[in-house]
């Protein structure tokens, strides 16, 4: 099976989780949006669904998919978020943020009932932090923020290789305006420590750490989709 398929397969497997008249928030990124097509392909079949989306990429498609959207003011609580995870350990701790809409998809999967990953068998790893440690900062002294960040980590004996995510265009700016600096960490034995000393800094908005977030992972591999609980 091509990577694209098993994305697929756990998008299928956490269709479980979709129940007519429900509110469901609705993740970003490549295991994401087969989720939402699916999620659209029964919305024309009929379901009731009123969904929040974690970005504008994923508002985007949803519209194009007749899909009924709302906001999180409108609709503050919703039963069931379906999001993607870059990594995520037996625990279900995760690493979020490759596509950058961590902090709406904290926001989202925060209001959420259950947050339910759905990955390939490639993002399950037994100690988080081979990929790159998404944090979103304000633009407004980045460079001040970012010095602060890598004392933070070479205090927490980790690596403080931080460097700020490009577009195609200048810095990449996410849908809250603000920059991405991906930490390169390699290993990353305690993230409890890293999100607190992260989350009292100043400047830091959100980091890409969801620990306590994940209740059920659906984590698909050649040999088919195993479930995980926290
Ligand atoms: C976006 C995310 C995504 O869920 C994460 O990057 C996984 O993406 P993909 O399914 O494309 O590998 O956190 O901010």
């Known amino acids: 099976m091509t990577q694209d398929e098993l994305k697929k397969a756990a998008a299928e497997a956490a269709l479980v989780h979709v129940r007519d008249g429900m509110t469901l928030g609705l993740g970003t990124g490549s295991t994401a949006r087969p989720f939402v097509d699916l999620v659209g392909g029964l919305v024309a079949d009929g379901l009731n669904v009123t969904c929040v989306p974690t970005s504008e990429v994923t508002a985007a498609q ?109 810095p990449f700016i996410t849908d809250g305006g603000n920059f991405i600096f991906d930490c390169h960490l390699e290993r990353l034995p305690n993230p409890e420590e890293l999100a607190s000393a992260l989350e009292a800094q100043t400047g830091v908005v959100e980091h890409g750490l969801f620990l306590g977030l994940a209740a059920r992972a659906y984590v698909a591999g050649p040999d088919g989709v195993k479930e995980l609980t926290a």
């Open 62 to 170: 949803a519209r194009g998919l007749g899909i009924p959207l709302s906001t999180l003011d409108e609709t503050p609580h919703l039963d069931v978020t379906v999001d993607g995870a870059d990594e995520l350990d037996d625990r279900l701790r995760l690493i979020k943020g490759g596509g950058g809409a961590l902090l709406r998809e904290k926001i989202v999967a925060s209001a959420s009932d259950e947050m339910v990953v759905i990955a390939d068998a490639s993002k399950h790893v037994e100690m988080l932090g081979a990929f790159a440690l998404p944090i979103e900062v304000v633009q407004f002294g980045a460079q001040v923020t970012v010095g602060k960040v890598a004392a933070i980590l070479s205090e927490l004996k980790l690596t403080p290789d931080v460097r700020r995510r490009e577009g195609n265009d200048g």
